[in-house]
């Protein structure tokens, strides 16, 4: 999916309202780390969208229950599972940081192959070591 554009920018899928340069693509290249839970929850909806597993499984806490062992066949299936969502919205209702913790509560647009796909998620983070990683998450209704 190619991002939106503002004059000569490609505006972050994450929703920020800020360009992907000034935003997570020095994340995606590894150049940088999200410095909050809010800034890697919203990196993460990026890479989605931008199809970049890499990312994703990078940031993905190891006990995470989707986290697999074999790296080659999650990074295929996150392809696959994507491979006709297009990501239209991101709504964050809240977020915090309590110690090595952090928590955000959103809502993801997604339209998968023509039908709406949307959902809402408590999403919990994990710093270790000065990195924020993706723990778990909870859907909400």
């Known amino acids: 999916m190619k991002g939106f554009k503002l004059m000569d920018k490609e505006l972050c899928l994450c929703h920020s309202g800020k360009g992907y340069e000034e935003c997570c693509a020095s994340f995606h290249r590894r150049e940088a780390n999200p410095e909050t839970p809010l800034d890697l929850m919203r990196s993460r909806y990026s890479a989605y969208a931008k199809k970049i597993p890499a990312y994703i499984i990078s940031t993905t806490h190891v006990t995470n229950p989707q986290y697999q062992e074999d790296l080659l066949e999650w990074s295929r299936s996150i392809l696959e599972a994507y491979a006709h969502t297009e990501f239209v919205g991101l709504k964050i209702f809240k977020h915090y940081e309590k110690g090595n913790k952090g928590y ?38």
Not at 109 to 135: C, H, M, P, T
């Open 104 to 141: 955000v509560s959103f809502e993801a647009k997604l339209v998968n192959n023509g039908k709406d796909a949307s959902f809402s998620e408590e999403s919990e983070f994990i710093k270790e070591q000065g990195r924020w990683y993706y723990l778990k998450g909870i859907a909400k209704k």
